[in-house]
């Protein structure tokens, strides 16, 4: 619990952070309101419970219109998109179950950047993504409700993204449908985390409280863009903690008994990961650098991953599979794109050594894909200029968009 609060204390604060750093210069009639209905599908599908898989979202949002008269080049160079600040219920109470499960409305927080690329005086489109936390009121119990395996946590880390189309009616009105991806995870904080992933088709209408001048928006400033072009080098130090799937398999999901599965549950401990990276990327415009990354990771739980691949797998099975090592060596095509000092971070790697015990394909049909042999990072950094650009940040780490832990780093550019 203590360290899902401090993951949602620290979500909370960039989003301030984030929202701070983009309304520097806001006048009251850069502020849109705006409302969406949006139906999702879940996409897993492997629910064995689960009879119906849509859902209705609901939201409301303040949006911060980017403007010229900032002189942002990163506002002209993203065409100056719209910041909004969201909130929205997931009515996935809705869903039906052949059995007595049952699931809660989930309450999100967000931050949203939408940025139109195609844009005439009455029709635009283009991508948006969403990143906030998330509210469960009704959790994972192996007692009263067993078969909500989905979400064991209060709080979740909530990511979103996809596609919009809008019209333009008059100056100060829009209407629009947007078609996108959404997940909701704890990020391994605690078990059981099937997660939710959806995706799904909303409508949406927004009001300006001033005219939208299209001219305005479609003019080349040509700001002074300052920013070093060149290969850039980071050394980032990361570290988490995470519930292994491999003991929850052993000593809770296959424990028939009610009670002892609820004792059993209790007692699982959530085990430190750690982190060192090197990171060798070119930035080659203002907003984008791409590069490669090499990735250590250290894990702490290896002796109780053995001990209940034991139970789960059997001897022979680990007697026979590779070992367990601590440490995985990691190559990562790695991506940024910037905002002022924040930064999107992305990667996507491979393991050219790990050793985990069983086969990563046995333990993958039980649940368990961290053992695979391909990985993802994504997360935000803040970079400190008058510090050396020292960055600070956090990141999800997954397989197979099944995450793995959240990640807390410290780093320096070089």
């Known amino acids: 619990m203590k360290q899902v609060i401090t993951s949602v204390l620290a979500v909370i604060a960039l989003i301030i952070s984030v929202t701070s750093a983009n309304a520097q210069g806001v006048r009251s009639s850069d502020l849109s309101f705006s409302a969406q209905g949006w139906y999702g599908y879940d996409i897993e599908k492997t629910r064995p419970n689960l009879t119906s898989f849509g859902y209705m979202n609901y939201e409301v949002a303040v949006g911060i219109q980017t403007n010229p008269e900032n002189k942002n080049p990163f506002a002209e160079a993203f065409g100056f998109p719209l ?54 009121p009704g959790r994972y119990d192996p007692v009263n409700n067993p078969g909500n395996n989905w979400l064991s946590s209060p709080f979740m880390a909530y990511f979103g993204a996809g596609v919009f189309g809008k019209v333009h009616i008059g100056k100060r009105w829009e209407a629009g449908a947007n078609v996108m991806f959404r997940h909701f995870s704890n990020g391994r904080l605690s078990l059981p985390n099937e997660a939710l992933n959806a ?144 930064a999107v971070h992305v990667a996507i790697g491979a393991y050219p050594y790990r050793h985990k015990g069983v086969n990563g394909a046995e333990a993958k049909a039980a649940g368990d894909r961290e053992r695979g042999w391909h990985y993802e990072k994504a997360g935000i950094r803040y970079y400190f200029p008058k510090l050396g650009d020292t960055f600070v940040g956090f990141a999800i780490k997954s397989h197979s968009i099944k995450a793995e832990y959240l990640e807390f780093s410290i780093g320096v550019r070089i």
Not at 103 to 126: C, H, M
Not at 248 to 259: G, K, L, Q, R
Not at 320 to 329: D, I, K, Q
């Open 199 to 342: 995706i799904g088709v909303g409508i949406f209408a927004r009001y300006r409280l001033s005219d939208y001048e299209y001219d305005k928006y479609t003019k080349k400033y040509n700001f002074e863009r300052n920013w070093d072009k060149g290969m850039q080098y980071m050394i980032v130090f990361g570290g988490g903690v995470h519930t292994c799937m491999a003991e929850w398999n052993a000593y809770v999901e296959s424990e028939p008994d009610p009670v002892k599965k609820a004792e059993a549950a209790a007692s699982l401990k959530a085990h430190p990961k750690f982190s060192l990276s090197f990171d060798a990327v070119y930035r080659y415009s203002m907003r984008y650098a791409t590069g490669l990354g090499l990735d250590l990771f250290y894990s702490t739980n290896m002796d109780a991953l053995e001990k209940s691949d034991r139970v789960f797998y059997g001897d022979q099975a680990v007697d026979n599979s590779p070992g367990y090592n601590p440490l995985s060596v990691g190559i990562a095509v790695v991506q940024e794109v910037y905002w002022r000092n924040f």
């Open 83 to 136: 910041i909004n600040i969201g909130m929205s219920i997931a009515r996935t109470s809705n869903f039906q179950f052949s059995d007595q499960t049952h699931f809660p409305d989930l309450y999100s927080l967000y931050g949203s950047f939408e940025r139109s690329i195609l844009k005439t005086k009455y029709v635009s489109a283009g991508y948006l993504l969403n990143f906030g936390v998330t509210y469960n």
